[in-house]
C-alpha cells in the first residue's frame, strides 16, 4: 500500500513539473488560473494588474503581480482625448514593468473587464508575440482560493525590441473606406443606449454611419469568463460577422472595442481584426463624417 501511494504521489511531481516546464509558453491568449498557479515562480511570467485603483492591488494582488494603471496607456493626440500613447512612450512603459520581447506576459483586471484586452491589444500593436489574459480576472481568481499577496515583486527594467504590428490598429481614413466597403464590417460594441444616440456625452449622438451594434459584454459568462468559441462563433456568424471579413471594431474610446477584438483575434482567430481607438471620441467631433442615429444602421 506505501509503495502505491509513493508512486501515486511521484507521478503527481513528476506531472505537476512537466506542466510548469511546458508551460513556459502560453496555452492560448485566455489563461486558466490553474496554468498561472503552476507559473508562479516561472522568471519568464510577467503579471500585469491593471484594475481601476491601485488601492485594490494594496488590499491584495495575484503574488508576483505588478500595478499599472490603465490611464497610463493613453493620453491625448492633436487634441482628441484618451488615444494609445505613443509607441515611444509604451516601449518605455514596457520597460519599467520589466518586460522584454520573450517575455510572457499574462494581465488580469476585474470580473469581465476591458481594461486588461486594451493593454493585451496594445503589445499586439508592438508585435509582442507572447501574452494573455487571465479569464474571470483577479474575482475568480481569489473566487476559488488561490494565493494572493500584499507584497511588491522586485522588478528590474528591460530593453525591448518592438516590431511593430500596425495590422491590428485602425485609423480614421481606413474607418471612412470601411463605410463603403463590402469587404469590411463596422462593429460598434457600446450599449445600445449609446449606439442610438438616445444617451451620451459626445458633441455628437449616435454612431459611426453603417455600424452594426454588438454589445461587448454579451461575448462572457455570468461570471466574467468568456462564453465558448462555438457560442462566440454562432453569436458574430448571426450578425454577419465572419472570418472572411476585415473587422474594424469601435466603441466610445478603445477601450470596450479591444474587448472584441479580442474575442474575434485570439478566441475564434479571425485574422484581420482591427480595433480604431479613436472610436466615436474622435469621429463623432468633425462635423464632415457621417454619424447615425437609431437602433439600426
Not at 505537476?16 to 508562479?40: C, G, H, R, Y
Not at 485602425?170 to 460594441?189: G, H, N, P, R, W
Not at 478603445?254 to 482591427?274: C, D, E, R
Amino acid at each position: 500500500m506505501k509503495n502505491v501511494r509513493f508512486m501515486f504521489t511521484f507521478v503527481l511531481i513528476l506531472a505537476t513539473f512537466t506542466f510548469a516546464i511546458d508551460a513556459q509558453e502560453t496555452p492560448s491568449k485566455l489563461i486558466n488560473p490553474v496554468w498561472l498557479m503552476a507559473n508562479l515562480e516561472n522568471t519568464d511570467v510577467r503579471i500585469i494588474d491593471i484594475r481601476d485603483s491601485v488601492a485594490d492591488y494594496w488590499l491584495g494582488h495575484i503574488p508576483g503581480a505588478v500595478y499599472l494603471s490603465p490611464d497610463a496607456l493613453r493620453w491625448p493626440d492633436g487634441g482628441v482625448p484618451v488615444k494609445l500613447i505613443p509607441t515611444r512612450n509604451l516601449i518605455e512603459l514596457i520597460e519599467k514593468l520589466g518586460i522584454d520581447s520573450k517575455t510572457n506576459v499574462v494581465i488580469y483586471s476585474e470580473k469581465g473587464d476591458y481594461k486588461a484586452p486594451y493593454l493585451l491589444w496594445a503589445l499586439d500593436y508592438l508585435g509582442h508575440p507572447r501574452s494573455g489574459i487571465l479569464d474571470g480576472g483577479f474575482s475568480k481568481w481569489k473566487s476559488e482560493g488561490y494565493p494572493i499577496t500584499q507584497d511588491y515583486p522586485k522588478i528590474k527594467p528591460t530593453i525591448y525590441r518592438d516590431k511593430l504590428n500596425k495590422g491590428v490598429r485602425a485609423e480614421i481614413d481606413q474607418v471612412k473606406d470601411a463605410i463603403a466597403s463590402d469587404s469590411t464590417v463596422l462593429i460598434d460594441v457600446r450599449p445600445a443606449e449609446l449606439y442610438s444616440g438616445e444617451k451620451g456625452n459626445w458633441k455628437r449622438k449616435g454612431h459611426i454611419k453603417g455600424a452594426i451594434n454588438h454589445f461587448w459584454g454579451l461575448d462572457l459568462n455570468e461570471d466574467g469568463t468568456w462564453k465558448s468559441k462555438d457560442e462566440l462563433a454562432k453569436i458574430y456568424e448571426e450578425i454577419g460577422v465572419t472570418s472572411d471579413k476585415i473587422i474594424i471594431v469601435s466603441c466610445g474610446q478603445g477601450q470596450m472595442s479591444a474587448h472584441t477584438y479580442f474575442t474575434l483575434k485570439h478566441i475564434l482567430g479571425y485574422p484581420n481584426v482591427l480595433n480604431y481607438d479613436g472610436s466615436f471620441n474622435e469621429w463623432s467631433n468633425i462635423e464632415a463624417l457621417p454619424v447615425e442615429t437609431g437602433s439600426k444602421p
